[in-house]
């Protein structure tokens, strides 16, 4: 596994890091010597992460908010920047997966709460952030979409327009703060097991993916610290698939001609 020492005792601020693929990306940051801010609605959830963190002899802040609320975001930066100086690495993952609507069940509360949260959210915390990054003349911002953004998941009408909102965000952005010396990205997961699906649910869930096996948290963690690296010194305004070959797929494995089953064994090759 890599190792950046350019990340060790960077501020990084991860949104959503009290679970699932926010709470491994915290945990890696850490494990690279980085200072991580660890942002979650649930504060609970953000304490447990920061412990995981301190455990281990990392270094973590709590600094529990709701991305969708401007005032929120602006204290939880002040926070951050009176104890350890401005944020020069930011991961905008928070983001609400659910609940799943048909349109036909749709409403506008529901509409507005999960844009507020994916989309606005990555535009509060990046206007906060990026002021200080321009006068440090460099910064990296990581934010986080998803295949909804390309290819639709059924009864996710809001989720994927703020995913679809989020990548052409990330474009415009970089465009904006690319002459300010700041890096704009967006990861894109595939399939994440981020609920504890039982062993009949994964398996099912990885046979739709060319891979043949459903995502862990950690898989989006490599591609994260790439990002925040100066090895990705040149790179802006992208879009990373970390998703086992999912959206480069057009029928999945299953329904496939020539299953998976009928290749030859490697040891014929
Ligand atoms: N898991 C996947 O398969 C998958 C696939 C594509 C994209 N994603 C994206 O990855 C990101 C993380 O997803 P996950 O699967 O780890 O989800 P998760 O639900 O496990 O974690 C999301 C975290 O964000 C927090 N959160 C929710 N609303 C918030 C708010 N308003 N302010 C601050 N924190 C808030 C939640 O409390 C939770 O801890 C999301 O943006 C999601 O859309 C996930």
Redesign the pocket.
């Known amino acids: 596994m890599s190792h950046y020492p350019d990340l060790a005792n960077k501020v990084v601020l991860v949104?959503?890091a009290?679970?699932?693929?926010?709470q491994a990306l915290a945990n890696r940051f850490a494990d690279q010597g980085a200072r991580v801010a660890v942002?979650?609605?649930?504060i609970e959830?953000a304490s447990r992460t920061c412990a995981q963190i301190s455990d281990v002899g990392g270094a973590a802040m709590s600094v529990p908010?709701?991305?969708?609320s401007g005032e929120q975001v602006g204290v939880m930066f002040d926070q951050v920047e009176s104890e350890w100086g401005h944020v020069e690495v930011l991961v905008n993952?928070?983001?609400?997966?659910g609940p799943m609507l048909h349109f036909f069940e749709a409403n506008e509360e529901w509409w507005r709460r999960i844009i507020d949260?994916?989309l606005t959210?990555h535009f509060l915390c990046s206007h906060r952030a990026a002021r200080p990054m321009a006068r440090a003349g460099e910064g990296i911002i990581i934010n986080?979409?998803?295949?909804?953004a390309t290819r639709a998941h059924r009864s996710f009408t809001a989720?994927d327009a703020t995913?679809g909102g989020i990548e052409a965000f990330t474009r415009a952005l970089a465009l904006d703060l690319g002459p300010y010396g700041i890096r704009v990205n967006a990861l894109?997961?595939?399939?994440?097991d981020?609920?504890g699906l039982d062993a009949d649910q994964r398996i099912l869930r990885g046979e739709n993916v060319p891979m043949g096996r459903i995502?862990e948290?950690f898989d989006m963690t490599g591609p994260a610290l790439f990002l925040a690296s100066n090895d990705a010194g040149y790179v802006t305004g992208d879009v990373i698939k970390v998703d086992g070959g999912m959206l480069a797929q057009q029928r999945s494995a299953t329904v496939d001609i020539m299953p998976p089953s009928d290749f030859p064994p490697v040891e014929d090759l």
């Not at 993952?93 to 997966?97: C, E, I, Y």
């Open positions: 949104t959503g009290g679970s699932g693929i926010g942002n979650d609605v649930d959830a908010c709701d991305v969708a993952n928070a983001g609400l997966v949260v994916n959210g986080m979409s998803s295949g909804g989720y995913k894109m997961p595939g399939s994440i981020t609920s995502g948290p």
